[in-house]
């Protein structure tokens, strides 16, 4: 059974940074494309990032382009989502999922499994 445990959500400041921990059991990470998908209050699900799983190769949405980073450790069965200068557009729950995918599939079509969500609220 595939399960997710996302953290490090959390209140943060316009400008402020936050880490997304992503650790998953029940299956190796190592095997799926792994990425982070997001619902802003009263809009549609997004993706946000994707990482493959052969060549490291990424997507990122074109609102986060140059301010997250998405890395993976397979070792640790864990993925990452790195967030800096955040704005108040970027609050919303965020979701960890893996699929069988390219990252480009997975971010856009949304495929996958996913987690349960960590909130992320950016606002002074």
């Known amino acids: 059974q595939l399960q997710f445990v996302e953290s490090g959500g959390g209140l943060v400041q316009p400008g402020g940074s936050l880490r997304l921990s992503c650790a998953a059991s029940g299956f190796t990470l190592g095997d799926y494309a792994i990425g982070w998908f997001r619902q802003a209050p009263g809009k549609e699900h997004e993706g946000v990032s994707c990482i493959s799983s052969r060549d490291g190769s990424t997507y990122f949405a074109d609102s986060v382009k140059g301010r997250f980073t998405i890395s993976r450790d397979n070792a640790k069965n864990t993925v990452y989502l790195q967030m800096n200068s955040l704005k108040p557009e970027d609050t919303g729950v965020y979701y960890c999922?893996?699929?069988?995918?390219?990252?480009?599939?997975?971010?856009?079509?949304?495929?996958?499994?996913w987690g349960q969500g960590t909130q992320v609220t950016v606002s002074s």
């Open positions: 999922a893996a699929a069988y995918a390219t990252v480009q599939a997975m971010c856009v079509e949304l495929i996958g499994y």
